[in-house]
């Protein structure tokens, strides 16, 4: 079988594309020739120029998931066989002070919108009798407790859950719902982490690989997950963590 990994004649919408993970991920699965719609709730310009200058195409699509319902449109008629959720959002504070407003803020953007955007691709393609794949981005934090982040725990340990369910509702329709769970990957979300020569030691002192994750180590399982090589593969929970998990 020839052409496992390519990916040329699907269409992938990947939310969060502007910067990091998302941007990575949008690269990667143009790469491999997926025209990729590129979303966030800032422009992405950026990330469909890169596109563009590697050969490949995409466009840009502004969406703020804030509103847990945003992309309930995007998928009707569009053609989208690829859907990576990726766009998220994260706020710290100790447990016995966190708001709910900080709660529902993290869980409507991490957690309800990836269901509802799952939702309405889902219905899209069983209503075409369509095959696709689903990668949400789950994380580390999906199998611990992590410090300060109550909410984005919560919501990431949820976002496996709801992998798990899509993924043997949908199977036998030829749907495959996985997700990739990060460790500690050099993005905007880690920058002050990585400022801080003790806290970034002792991260680092964990991770038997002995180095930050890179955008691009998420780019590349995600482009497989989509490929027909991952077309038996669903229901899993990836993780890309260095070999933290593993020790």
Not at 20 to 46: F, K, N, P, Y
Not at 182 to 203: C, F, M, Q, V
Request: glycine share 12%; proline share 3%.
């Amino acid at each position: 079988m020839t052409d496992l990994f390519s990916l040329k004649g699907q269409k992938a919408l990947v939310t969060g594309a502007n910067t990091g993970i998302g941007q990575a991920i949008a690269l990667a699965l143009a790469g491999q020739g997926a025209h990729v719609i590129c979303a966030g709730r800032r422009s992405c310009d950026e990330t469909t120029d890169l596109i563009a200058k590697a050969g490949g195409t995409g466009e840009s699509l502004l969406l703020d998931f804030s509103d847990p319902m945003a992309a309930q449109d995007v998928f009707t008629g569009a053609g989208i066989t690829l859907l990576v959720n990726n766009a998220g959002t994260i706020r710290r504070e100790d447990s016995v002070a966190y708001t709910e407003a900080d709660w529902d803020a993290v869980m409507d953007v991490n957690l309800k919108a990836v269901f509802f955007t799952c939702q309405a691709f889902g219905k899209e393609l069983l209503a075409q009798s369509t095959p696709g794949a689903i990668v949400n981005i789950a994380s580390l934090l999906s199998f611990q407790g992590g410090i300060r982040v109550p909410s984005y725990t919560a919501a990431k340990h949820g976002v496996a859950g709801i992998t798990k369910i899509l993924a043997n509702e949908w199977a036998a329709q030829g749907i495959t719902v996985n997700a990739i769970a990060p460790g500690y990957i050099a993005t905007n979300n880690t920058t002050d982490l990585r400022a801080d020569p003790e806290r970034s030691k002792a991260i680092l002192d964990r991770i038997p690989a002995g180095r930050w994750g890179d955008p691009e180590d998420i780019g590349g399982t995600a482009a497989y997950l989509c490929s027909r090589a991952a077309r038996y593969v669903t229901g899993a929970v990836l993780n890309v963590d260095g070999g933290w998990l593993a020790r």
